[in-house]
């Protein structure tokens, strides 16, 4: 009896041992993986894609669609990384607005969209340049709805 | 000691003479003003390029809502935070006593030109018409007429909230006699065609140096800073270097610059976002033309470096942030590589 209530106790005790490492490391982490995506993943092949639209990379199909996929690949992963106490003040580089949290499913629905239009933008790379330009400006008008709403950016 | 006070009193009502006489409020004479038929298509797309509705359009909820709602009705309520106070933007839809439904294409023509509203009364330059002036006769025509089509509102909103002395207009005459001459933007005939219109578009209903320049402090833009970056009047961070040197976008082609103000994209896609969000929304209406206009005369500006230093904002912005509650310090793990980039 003596020797179930010392392990109860210790459960309780990593149990209460991992909340608290939470709250320091692992919003973080959280903060840092999910930067990384945006900003090492999604901006460098939307980036890409926007040389080819504009012209100063030559357009291929399979590049584009390759890029897009890329970023199609990003919101599942994305919505995951935003525990709560990750807003913009609370952890050093957050640019996320506490709104997320007030509507996180409006958040969700946003990321969804990325997921859509970039994959439209992927399978609109095999008709040409024209039909991608425009599948791919409409996917980066996701970008800027999310970011008015959702994004506290930090200064210049 | 009776001389004295006679003296004191002489230089007194001669220093009050000459406030009344430098402040008096200078407008254009209704013979200036051209026959024009009003063309109310150009006089939607001056409203559009000139960004009236980002000020004067009810915002969302709070009263510094970036977003706007209809932007058609313009019944004011906005407020923008200065130095000198708080301004309320007035309503300037076409009701007759809530709005300007009352005021002629003169009076009109005189607020956007001299900063002057009908009874002498001298305007604020949180107003920026210290661009609009730049607009031609015929365009200001155009977009009073069709100011004139849009829904009446009966709103009226707050008065401004400024501590003396800025909260007496008169002194803003002289201000104004520094500033404000109304004189038509002036094409220069040695630029192309499109470097004009690009010009015309920037220093007048764009009114881009407005945001991009730092200013005395006094208000006045300091034309060798002109475009070189401001401090954001709004909070914090600065609003960027738009010339074409290495602090600012030496690095972004023609190309680039149509491009973000189409789609709101970088070259680095990031994407625009804060007060020039909407500015963006409003560019990405004009004709591509007019866009790559505007990207060919920015490119064309004297390259400057920053008028804030970034290292210096970004001292002050962290001593804010660690006064904050809740700012986290100890975490600085990440610092980023100072390239700023894709920020």
Not at chain 2, 96 to 124: C, M, Q
Request: charge should be negative; aromatic fraction near 8%.
């Amino acid at each position: 009896m003596q020797k179930l209530m010392m392990v109860a106790c210790t459960l309780v005790g990593l149990a209460a041992y991992a909340t608290v490492a939470i709250s320091a490391e692992d919003l973080v982490a959280a903060v840092k993986e999910r930067r990384h995506l945006m900003k090492e993943v999604v901006a460098p092949n939307a980036k890409l894609g926007g040389q080819m639209v504009k012209g100063t990379v030559a357009f291929d199909t399979t590049k584009a669609a390759a890029a897009m996929n890329e970023i199609s690949g990003v919101p599942d992963k994305y919505v995951k990384l935003f525990p709560k106490g990750t807003e913009h003040g609370a952890v050093k580089d957050s640019e996320a607005k506490a709104t997320i949290w007030d509507d996180f499913d409006k958040f969700k629905a946003t990321a969804q969209k990325l997921k859509d239009a970039s994959a439209k933008a992927a399978g609109a790379a095999a008709q040409g340049q024209g039909t991608f330009t425009a599948a791919f400006n409409d996917m980066t008008k996701v970008c800027k709805e999310c970011h008015e709403t959702f994004r506290e950016k930090l200064e210049q | 000691m009776r001389r004295a006070l006679l003296a004191l009193l002489v230089v007194a009502v001669a220093g009050a003479v000459v406030f009344y006489v430098l402040t008096i409020p200078r407008t254009v004479p209704a013979s200036e003003l051209p026959a024009h038929k009003p063309d109310l298509a150009n006089g939607e797309y001056m409203f559009t390029a000139g960004g009236c509705a980002e000020c004067h359009a009810t915002p969302e909820k709070k009263c510094n809502d970036p977003k706007t709602q209809d932007k058609h009705v313009l019944s004011g309520g906005r407020c923008l935070k200065t130095p000198f106070g708080v301004f309320n933007v007035p309503n300037i839809s076409p009701d007759k006593e809530a709005g300007i439904g009352n005021w002629s294409t003169l009076d009109f023509v005189n607020a956007l030109k001299r900063g002057i509203a009908p009874g002498g009364e001298h305007l604020y330059p949180a107003f920026p018409y210290t661009s609009y002036q730049r607009m031609t006769y015929a365009d200001l025509i155009d977009l009073k007429a069709y100011l004139d089509t849009l829904p009446a509102s009966k709103n009226v909103p707050p008065p401004h909230e400024l501590g003396f002395p800025f909260n007496i207009r008169r002194g803003l005459g002289l201000w104004q006699l520094l500033y404000v001459d109304g004189k038509d933007f002036v094409p220069d005939p040695k630029q192309s065609a499109e470097l004009n219109r690009g010009a015309y578009l920037v220093m007048g209903p764009g009114h881009c140096a407005e945001c991009h320049s730092s200013r005395y402090l006094w208000g006045g833009i300091i034309k060798s800073e002109e475009f070189a970056g401001a401090r954001n009047p709004e909070g914090k961070g600065t609003v960027p270097n738009i010339t074409p040197s290495d602090d600012g976008i030496g690095d972004w082609s023609l190309n680039d610059i149509s491009y973000l103000l189409e789609t709101g994209n970088t070259p680095d896609f990031d994407v625009i976002g804060e007060s020039m969000a909407a500015v963006q929304e409003n560019m990405a209406k004009l004709t591509a033309a007019d866009r790559d206009a505007i990207a060919a005369f920015i490119k064309a500006l004297p390259a400057r470096p920053d008028a804030v230093p970034k290292s210096e904002q970004k001292k002050k912005d962290a001593k804010d942030e660690d006064a904050a509650p809740g700012g986290d310090t100890k975490t600085g793990g990440s610092k980023e590589p100072d390239d700023g980039s894709d920020y």
